[in-house]
C-alpha cells in the first residue's frame, strides 16, 4: 500500500502535511476525556439486561458499600429532563427515549442508574454490584420477529418526503426483453469510533461547559439547554478534536443532559467514560435493511423499467429512516420508475446515521442488481452502466451540474487491468485460489449548509481563522487554513485555526460530507470582506468595479481567486491608510437555494442542509467507479481481497492529501462492510452479541494489501464558491457491491446479504 502524497492536479490545491498532524503523533491534542477538570466525580453506567418490560426495584445497599461512592441515581431519584425531538424531525436528540424517566424498559441495553464516586474504579465496581429486578417481556428482535410492525415511511417520517416515481413500471417492467427481480439484506452495524463516548460537565455559577466529542457542537448545545430548561447562551460545548464519528456524533444522546444535571445537583463536575459495548446502545448505529430489486431492459442493455422497494429497521419510539431511494432511482436513465421505502418497528435503540446512511445499504442493492443484469444480457458490467448514463436524472429531468461517472470508470479499469478479465464465472485461478473481478458505482450527494466564520488579519500576515466546525479525523484543520492562506495570500504557517467551540461562529454538522463545502465557502467569503477592507483603504474613492473585484478576487473559481490573492493589494499600504495593525471581519454565508429561516436555524443548532437532488436548478452528487479483485480458496472457502481501485471525482479536492486519506479509509470500510461487519443480535432477547472490537471484526493492514486512489479534476461551478462537492462519504459506497459482484465471478454463486462469510461460499 502506497504513502505518498499525490501530485496536485488542476483544480486541485496543494497536497500540504495536516495542520494538526504534529499535536497528534505527540499527543498534545487534547480529547473531550482528557480534559482536565478539578476534583471531578466520576460516573459509570448501568444499564438494562432487558429489552423490554420494567423495573421492579433495584437493590443498592451492596454497591453503596463500595468506598468512595457518592450517590447513585435511578428513575426514583433523577432530576427531570425536558423532552427533546428526534434529529431528524427537525429537533437534536438522536432518540426520543428518555432513559431514567420512569421505570419502563424499551430496549437493551438502556441507561437505567448512574453511580458516582470518587474514582473511576470505585464507580465502576460499585455499578457492577447494583442488582435489578425486572418483569421482562417478549421482545421483537428484527424484521421477522413477532410483534415487529411495518408501515411505509412516507406519513411516518417527517424528513422522507418522497417515494420516487416516473412514468409506468408495471406496464414497461411487464413488456421488458430483459428482467430481474431479486432480494437483497444488510445487516446492523456500528460505528464504533476510536474515542468512546464519553462526556464532562462542569457548571459556573448558571453556565454549563461541556466537553464531549461531539459533530455538531451548536446542536449539543441548543439541545441539552432545551432538555434542562435553561437558556442556551448559559451552555458552551468544547471539543478541539474528535477520535472519529461517522455519523454517531451527529445527534445528542441522552448521556449528556443527564450527566449535566446530575453535575448540577451534585454542583461538582462530572466526568463519564462509558465502556465499549455501553457505546452499542447508549448511541445510534446503522440500521439492517432488506431490498428487492427489479430491473427491466433492452437486449441492448437500455433500462425500461426500475423498481427499488427497501425496509428499514427502527425503534418503538421514533420513525427513524434514511430513504436511498431518492439516489438510486436517479443514478441511471430509465423512463419508468418506482419505489416505495417502509419503516420497521422493533423493541431496539434508535439508529442513526452511519458514514454514507442512505447509499450504503441502497446502493449494495442496485449496484448488485445491475451486475446480475449484465450477467443476464452477457454485456460487460461497465459498458451497462455506460449505455445508462445519463446528463439528467429520470425523475424530474433536472440537470447534474457535473457527472463524471463514466471516465471515473474508464480511469480505474484502465488502473486496474479491467481488459484482463475473463466474463465468464470460476474462469480465472490461481494454484488453489479462484479469482475473480467485480466493479460498482458510487455516488454521493452534494450538500451545504448555512455557516458563519471571524477571520482576523494582523499587518504581519498572522491571520486567526474562528469557527465552530469540527476535526473528526478528516482534515478540517488543514483546508480551513489553506482556504484563508489562499484568500488572503499569506504563508500557510501563519495561520491559527480554531474550530470545535460552541462559542466560535455557528458551523453547520459535520456529516453529509458537507463540512468542507460550508466552512470553507464562509471562510472564503469572509477573506473578501477582509481584502474589500483593505482595496477601499488604498482606493477610498474607487468602487468595487469589475476591475477591482478581480484584484479582490471577487467571483472567480478557487484557482483564479488563489491568485489574486498572490498579486494585487499591498497589505502594508493598506494597513498604513486605515491606521490600524489588524482587521477583523465576521460573515455569515448560505447555499443558493437555502430556506428564509436558514441563519435562525444556524444559531439555534438546526440542520439546514440543501444540495444533492434537491439543488435548485439541478441535481448534485459526486462519483467514482470502484474495482475490486477477490480471491477465494477451493478447498477452505477463505476470502480474501488483494486488490481495492478507485477512481473518484469531487468537484475541486481542497487538499489531495488529506482528500486521499479519506478515499482510501471509505475503500477499506466498504471492505469491511462486505466481508467482516455485523452486530449480532440474539433474536431471543433482542441483546447485541458482539459488542466489543474482540467479536466486531473490522479490517487490519494484512486485509487490504493494496488500495489505490485516484482522483480526477474535475470543475464544477455552479454548487459552491469553494467548488467542492464533497467526499468524506464516497469511497464506502458501493464497494460492498464490487465485492460481492467479484465473489460471483469468483464461484459463480450470487451471494445478496451481507456481510460474506465462508460459511456462506458452497462447496
Request: proline residues 6%.
Amino acid at each position: 500500500m502506497t504513502t505518498a502524497a499525490p501530485e496536485p492536479k488542476a483544480n486541485m490545491g496543494q497536497p500540504v502535511p495536516r495542520y494538526d498532524a504534529l499535536a497528534k503523533v505527540t499527543g498534545k491534542a487534547a480529547y473531550a476525556s482528557d480534559m482536565p477538570l478539578a476534583n471531578p466525580a466520576y460516573a459509570f453506567l448501568v444499564t438494562s439486561a432487558i429489552a423490554r418490560g420494567r423495573i421492579d426495584s433495584f437493590e443498592l445497599d451492596d454497591a453503596k458499600r463500595v468506598r468512595g461512592v457518592i450517590e447513585i441515581f435511578t428513575h426514583q431519584n433523577m432530576p427531570k429532563l425536558k423532552e427533546s425531538k428526534l434529529f431528524s424531525n427537525g429537533g437534536h436528540a438522536g432518540t426520543t427515549i428518555q432513559p431514567m424517566k420512569s421505570a419502563d424498559i424499551a430496549h437493551d441495553g438502556q441507561i437505567i442508574a448512574v453511580v458516582l464516586a470518587e474514582s473511576y474504579e470505585a464507580a465502576r465496581e460499585a455499578a457492577n454490584r447494583v442488582k435489578v429486578n425486572y418483569t421482562a417481556l417478549m421482545p421483537a428482535a428484527t424484521f421477522d420477529s413477532q410483534g415487529t410492525t411495518a408501515a411505509a415511511a412516507k406519513g411516518q417520517a417527517a424528513q422522507f418526503k418522497e417515494d420516487p416515481k416516473v412514468g409506468d413500471f408495471a406496464k414497461a417492467f411487464d413488456e421488458a426483453e430483459v428482467k430481474l427481480t431479486a432480494s437483497y439484506d444488510t445487516p446492523t452495524q456500528h460505528h464504533n469510533p476510536m474515542e468512546l463516548f464519553s462526556t464532562s460537565c462542569l457548571w459556573m455559577g448558571d453556565n454549563l461547559l461541556i466537553y464531549e466529542p461531539s459533530q455538531y457542537v451548536y446542536g449539543l448545545k441548543n439541545g441539552v439547554a432545551e432538555q434542562l430548561g435553561i437558556d442556551a447562551d448559559k451552555v458552551r460545548v468544547v471539543n478541539p478534536y474528535v477520535g472519529g464519528g461517522f455519523g454517531s456524533r451527529g445527534s445528542m444522546t441522552p448521556r449528556t443532559a443527564i450527566i449535566a444535571s446530575i453535575a448540577r445537583r451534585l454542583n461538582r463536575p462530572v466526568k463519564l467514560v462509558p465502556t465499549r459495548d455501553q457505546g452499542f446502545t447508549i448511541a445510534t448505529y446503522r440500521a439492517e435493511t432488506r431490498h428487492q430489486i427489479q430491473l427491466g431492459a433492452s437486449r441492448d442493455g437500455k433500462l425500461v423499467a426500475l423498481r427499488h422497494e427497501g425496509v428499514e429497521l427502527s425503534s418503538r419510539a421514533d420513525p427513524y429512516c434514511v430513504g436511498g431511494t431518492k439516489t438510486t432511482t436517479r443514478l441511471y436513465a430509465c423512463p419508468n420508475v418506482d419505489s416505495l421505502v417502509s419503516i420497521a418497528r422493533a423493541d431496539r435503540n434508535t439508529p442513526g446515521f452511519m458514514r454514507s446512511p442512505p447509499e450504503v445499504p441502497y446502493l449494495f442493492a442496485l449496484e448488485s442488481a445491475m451486475d446480475e443484469l449484465a450477467v443476464k444480457l452477457e454485456m460487460d458490467p461497465v459498458e451497462l452502466r455506460r449505455v445508462n448514463d445519463t446528463t439528467n436524472e429520470p425523475i424530474e429531468g433536472k440537470p447534474y451540474t457535473s457527472r463524471s461517472l463514466m471516465a471515473c470508470f474508464d480511469e480505474a479499469a484502465k488502473a486496474f487491468g479491467w481488459s484482463q478479465r475473463s466474463a465468464w464465472p470460476k474462469s480465472m485461478t490461481d494454484g488453489d485460489w479462484l479469482v475473480g473481478y467485480g466493479c460498482a458505482a458510487t455516488c454521493y450527494p452534494t450538500q451545504m449548509g448555512p455557516s458563519a466564520a471571524r477571520v482576523r488579519l494582523q499587518r504581519d500576515g498572522r491571520t486567526r481563522v474562528e469557527i465552530a466546525g469540527h476535526e473528526i479525523g478528516t482534515g478540517a484543520y488543514t483546508v480551513i487554513a489553506q482556504t484563508a492562506a489562499e484568500r488572503l495570500g499569506v504563508p500557510l504557517e501563519k495561520v491559527a485555526v480554531y474550530i470545535g467551540d460552541s462559542d466560535l461562529p455557528p458551523a453547520p454538522v459535520a456529516g453529509g460530507s458537507n463540512s468542507t463545502a460550508s466552512t470553507c465557502s464562509a471562510v472564503m467569503m469572509v477573506c473578501d470582506k477582509v481584502r474589500q477592507r483593505l482595496f477601499r483603504a488604498l482606493m477610498p474613492n474607487e468602487s468595487l468595479t469589475d476591475k477591482a473585484k478581480e484584484t479582490v478576487g471577487m467571483g472567480q473559481t478557487p484557482a483564479k481567486q488563489a491568485a489574486a490573492s498572490r498579486q494585487g493589494l499591498d497589505r502594508e499600504k493598506a494597513f498604513d491608510a486605515l491606521g490600524i495593525s489588524v482587521v477583523e471581519e465576521y460573515g455569515e454565508w448560505k447555499p443558493d437555494g437555502a430556506p428564509s429561516d436558514a441563519f435562525e436555524a444556524m444559531h439555534s443548532g438546526h440542520v439546514r442542509l440543501v444540495g444533492g437532488p434537491s439543488l435548485k436548478g439541478g441535481i448534485a452528487y459526486a462519483f467514482g467507479a470502484e474495482f475490486v479483485e477477490v480471491r477465494v480458496n477451493r478447498f477452505t472457502h477463505e476470502i480474501r481481497t488483494p486488490r481495492l481501485v478507485g477512481a473518484f471525482a469531487a468537484g475541486r479536492i481542497m487538499n489531495p492529501r488529506t482528500a486521499r486519506s479519506q478515499l482510501m479509509g471509505g475503500l477499506i470500510w466498504g471492505m469491511s462492510s462486505a466481508l467482516l461487519e455485523a452486530t449480532e443480535i440474539d433474536e431471543r432477547t433482542a441483546r447485541y452479541v458482539n459488542d466489543n472490537l474482540a467479536d466486531y471484526l473490522v479490517p487490519v493492514n494484512a486485509d487490504v494489501p493494496h488500495v489505490e486512489v485516484i482522483m480526477l479534476s474535475e470543475q464544477d461551478d455552479h454548487i459552491n464558491p469553494a467548488g467542492v462537492k464533497g467526499l468524506g462519504e464516497l469511497a464506502n459506497v458501493g464497494t460492498n457491491a464490487a465485492i460481492c459482484n467479484a465473489v460471483y465471478h469468483a464461484t459463480g454463486q450470487r451471494i445478496r446479504k451481507l456481510p460474506v462469510r465462508l460459511e456462506n461460499i458452497e462447496a
